[in-house]
């Protein structure tokens, strides 16, 4: 749903602002739709990013130096400047992944709306051409100006919308042996159970109707990867008994002493 949100939305605005905290899919999000819209056009798309946080403002639009009056491009201006190019063979989507203030973003007045040019301190005036798209990764926009808000398309993306079992595959499917990524789904369904919409799974509705949580973050997964993955680990399942299913046995007993 946010993906096609997006996509609707770079449809009419040259300026995208994906709003929502850390973990919530707003990478993700802009990646789908960039890998997709290339298959589907056979135009290759990029994108630039940088954390204009990183840098002071004057890195990022660029400064004269008060001694030999010498003007210095600043980062931003100088990807500005390379991606927006008529004649190159491929989309370009600069994305601003960091906190949103009114020490930079600014001057970016200009560019989100109508003008789409760029106005630098030195008198250069950059405009954005159509195979360009300006895009914001920020977890909060409260210290964005109204004109800055009114000017960009701002899509929501919360936490909330992903529950836990494409998170928890993902972080399955990143183990390099695939004979245990089956072994771990399969235990996940078991002791776990399947999410739905309704609801999401017997462990975890056990656990909001019975139990008090008390610490926010544990440590399962660091423990469990310690104790399963890496040369350490090699007698888990080892000595030729994984065609016996001594893997998959090894495996559940090491998740219930995590778990302990």
Partial sequence: RKTIQLFETTRVRHGVMMVGPAGGGKSSIIKCLKETLQERHGIHYKDARFNPKAIRAQEMYGETDPLSGEWTTGVFA????????SNNSYNTW???DGPV???????LNTVLDD?????LANGDRIPMTDNVKMMFEVETLVNASPAIVSRAGIIYDTD??????????ACVRKRPDPKRQGILLDLITKWI??????????????????????????????????????????????????????LKVDLEQIRFLCVV
């Fill in 160 to 169: 909330l919308d992903l529950d836990w079992a494409p998170v928890t595959e």
């Fill in 101 to 107: 203030d009114a020490i930079w973003i600014e001057d």
């Fill in 193 to 246: 159970g399947v999410c739905k919409p309704t609801e999401t799974g017997e462990c975890f509705g056990f656990l909001s109707r019975n139990c008090t949580e008390v610490m926010k973050e544990g440590s399962f997964t660091p423990l469990f990867d310690g104790l399963t993955e890496g040369t350490d680990a090699a007698a888990v399942g080892g000595g030729g008994r994984d065609s016996g299913g001594y």
């Fill in 94 to 96: 600069i994305i601003a």
């Fill in 115 to 119: 003008n789409r040019i760029l106005t």
């Fill in 78 to 85: 100088a990807m500005w400047a390379k991606y927006n190019n």
